[in-house]
């Protein structure tokens, strides 16, 4: 068990680039969540998949951001044409049996 | 109103001090309650899961949950400087587990 990992751990970007980030859940968590944190609040539900399927989108979610999680196991969460007010640290968290989730060390993400 | 309400502070306490942070929250169909503690620029890290009502200690932690009054607690005793982070509650109901966090409370444990 090596823990939910993310990648990039840091990313800038220009506005109106797209970024596309990574997230390996812990090994056969079938639910893997999403969520975006910004500066002194608490993070936000963006969206979930249990196993390949995207159950729920959040209204936060906008058309230009899509999330995949392709045959079940790593996810990846893309923003097209990037606004600086997507700047935040998305997180991902992975859930097994239990009730708990286990977060990743976020991608920070600054667009300029 | 915010679905969690959790007071920002900063609080700032001497080593060796018991911290006591909390959350209300609206929502009656929340059934798991948990406390994450968050490090500068790291995710959370989950230290404390409760179902229901009631209480749950584990080492120098204590959770309480009262759902009659909507409230939970995290009590930490004999403070140490390495518990200084950003304490956040999280709860979830039973269908799909996704959280609603409070916005944290970040805590200063005085050497």
């Known amino acids: 068990d090596t823990g939910v990992s993310q990648d990039p751990r840091h990313k800038i970007t220009k506005r109106g680039q797209n970024v596309t980030f990574r997230c390996d859940p812990i090994s056969e968590h079938n639910r893997l969540y999403w969520y975006r944190q910004t500066l002194g609040q608490g993070p936000e539900f963006l969206t979930y998949f249990q196993n390949e399927a995207q159950l729920e989108k959040s209204r936060l979610l906008s058309d230009r951001f899509s999330a995949e999680r392709p045959k079940g196991s790593f996810s990846t969460l893309e923003i097209q044409r990037t606004e600086q007010g997507d700047s935040a640290m998305y997180l991902c968290?992975?859930?097994?049996?239990?009730?708990?989730?286990?977060f990743g060390p976020g991608t920070r993400l600054l667009v300029l | 109103q915010k679905e969690v309400e959790q007071d920002p502070g900063p609080l700032s306490v001497p080593e060796g001090a018991i911290v006591s942070l909390n959350c209300t929250y609206s929502n009656s169909a929340f059934q798991y309650f948990m406390w994450y503690r968050q490090y500068s620029r790291k995710g959370p890290e989950l230290l404390m899961y409760?179902?229901?009502?009631g209480n749950k200690e584990d080492g120098r932690f204590t959770a309480q949950v009262d759902k009659s009054s909507k409230y939970i607690s995290l009590f930490i005793r004999d403070s140490q400087p390495s518990d200084s982070a950003t304490y956040l509650c999280a709860m979830s109901r039973s269908n799909d587990y996704k959280l609603s966090f409070g916005a944290g409370t970040t805590v200063t444990v005085r050497a």
């Open positions: 409760t179902y229901s009502s």
């Open positions: 968290a992975s859930k097994g049996h239990q009730e708990t989730q286990y």
